[in-house]
């Protein structure tokens, strides 16, 4: 299920608005420099958050497998979110429970913002097959 690194940057240009040849120009009012025009701040996302979520995610991939997170239903993806996050705030240190608890509620995120953008559920694709086939309307 896993595509080639090419391919996935392919699809991840297609899935962020701007970030594509042809799209609206933006000026610099102080250089004047020019580039494409984003809706994002990906600048403004927490690094060291994000990074921690990512090295789960490596952890997760290399227990289950890469994308096994995406099989797993809503329902299942929330109750162990709020596992983790009722586990931390009860104070146990067993496990990195903020860090699962963040994990799984970009998880259910994803899985919802999927879900939106297509219509209907589609858990035999991926997220980026789920954005190549938005993009072109097959």
């Given at each position: 299920m896993e595509?080639?690194?090419?391919e996935?940057?392919l699809l991840?240009?297609?899935?962020?608005?701007?970030?594509?040849?042809g799209?609206?120009?933006?000026?610099?009012?102080?250089?004047?420099?020019?580039q494409?025009?984003?809706?994002?701040?990906?600048?403004?996302?927490?690094p060291?958050?994000t990074?921690?979520?990512?090295?789960?995610?490596?952890a997760?991939s290399?227990?289950?497998?890469?994308w096994?997170?995406?099989?797993i239903?809503?329902?299942e993806?929330?109750?162990?979110?709020?596992i983790?996050?009722f586990a931390?705030?009860a104070?146990d240190?067993?496990?990195?429970?903020?860090?699962h608890?963040a994990?799984?509620?970009?998880?259910?995120?994803?899985?919802r913002?999927?879900?939106?953008?297509?219509?209907?559920?589609h858990?035999?694709?991926?997220?980026?097959?789920?954005?190549?086939?938005?993009?072109?309307?097959?």
């Amino acid at each position: 299920m896993e595509l080639p690194l090419r391919e996935r940057m392919l699809l991840m240009h297609r899935m962020v608005e701007g970030v594509a040849p042809g799209g609206e120009v933006a000026v610099d009012l102080v250089t004047g420099a020019k580039q494409s025009k984003v809706r994002h701040r990906c600048d403004l996302m927490p690094p060291l958050a994000t990074l921690h979520v990512a090295e789960i995610m490596h952890a997760g991939s290399g227990k289950y497998g890469d994308w096994n997170w995406w099989k797993i239903p809503m329902n299942e993806l929330l109750n162990h979110a709020l596992i983790h996050m009722f586990a931390f705030l009860a104070g146990d240190t067993q496990d990195d429970h903020l860090g699962h608890a963040a994990c799984r509620m970009m998880m259910a995120l994803e899985r919802r913002l999927a879900d939106d953008l297509m219509g209907e559920p589609h858990r035999n694709l991926t997220p980026y097959q789920i954005a190549a086939k938005n993009s072109d309307g097959t």
